[in-house]
């Protein structure tokens, strides 16, 4: 014979507990999941965004800035670096300020999620997901023989506002020089 106080199964009371438990604990991890995926976007985009970077400071250092056969300099300072594949009538390495903070035509070009090149304007075509905009200036203790070269890739969005941020999630800023050498 049973005794009345040993359980015979679960009550209704502790399978309501576990059940709230159990649903606090899944939207627990559902929160988790959420806020990896918006992490690891994060990151692709930034990895994205440093690679496209990277390709415009190697198109930069790619243009003449070296010394003649007579020892004069001679820098490339009409190279469209804003098309792809580069053309004439440009600006090339011609120094220019404030090119990182406002969209100057010959110092921007606007890409897909692809890396490809849809317009180089001062506004950023519908198709456009980032902005690359970039600036070549003297270093100051070389003016002659070394250039600054910065770029700043952001998220087209950003590019469209008028006070755009110069630093945040998804904002990437690449600074090299480029030394004066003999051809």
Request: positive net charge; proline residues 7%; hydrophobic residues 45%.
């Given at each position: 014979?049973r005794s009345s106080s040993s359980p015979?199964?679960?009550?209704?009371?502790?399978?309501?507990?576990?059940?709230?438990?159990?649903?606090?604990?899944?939207?627990?991890?559902?929160?988790?999941?959420?806020?990896?995926a918006g992490v690891t976007a994060l990151?692709?985009?930034?990895?994205?965004?440093?690679?496209?970077?990277?390709?415009?400071?190697?198109?930069?250092?790619?243009?003449?800035?070296?010394?003649?056969?007579?020892?004069?300099?001679?820098?490339?300072?009409?190279?469209?670096?804003?098309?792809?594949?580069?053309?004439?009538?440009?600006?090339?390495?011609?120094?220019?300020?404030?090119?990182?903070?406002?969209?100057?035509?010959?110092?921007?070009?606007?890409?897909?999620?692809?890396?490809?090149?849809?317009?180089?304007?001062?506004?950023?075509?519908?198709?456009?997901?980032?902005?690359?905009?970039?600036?070549?200036?003297?270093?100051?203790?070389?003016?002659?023989?070394?250039?600054?070269?910065?770029?700043?890739?952001?998220?087209?969005?950003?590019?469209?506002?008028?006070?755009a941020p110069q630093a945040g999630p998804?904002?990437?800023?690449?600074?090299?020089?480029?030394?004066?050498?003999?051809?």
């Open positions: 014979m015979r199964g679960f009550s209704l009371i502790e399978v309501l507990v576990a059940i709230a438990v159990l649903s606090v604990a899944l939207v627990s991890l559902v929160g988790l999941f959420t806020a990896a990151a692709r985009d930034t990895t994205f965004a440093t690679l496209l970077a990277s390709r415009k400071v190697e198109e930069l250092r790619a243009l003449a800035f070296t010394y003649d056969s007579a020892g004069r300099p001679v820098t490339d300072t009409d190279t469209d670096t804003g098309l792809w594949p580069p053309g004439p009538a440009g600006a090339g390495l011609q120094p220019a300020a404030g090119t990182l903070a406002a969209n100057v035509p010959g110092y921007v070009d606007h890409l897909d999620g692809f890396g490809r090149q849809v317009g180089g304007g001062a506004q950023p075509p519908g198709q456009a997901r980032y902005t690359r905009r970039w600036q070549v200036m003297p270093l100051p203790d070389d003016p002659s023989g070394t250039l600054v070269v910065h770029v700043v890739v952001l998220p087209s969005r950003l590019a469209r506002v008028a006070r998804g904002i990437v800023h690449l600074v090299a020089l480029r030394a004066r050498k003999a051809s």
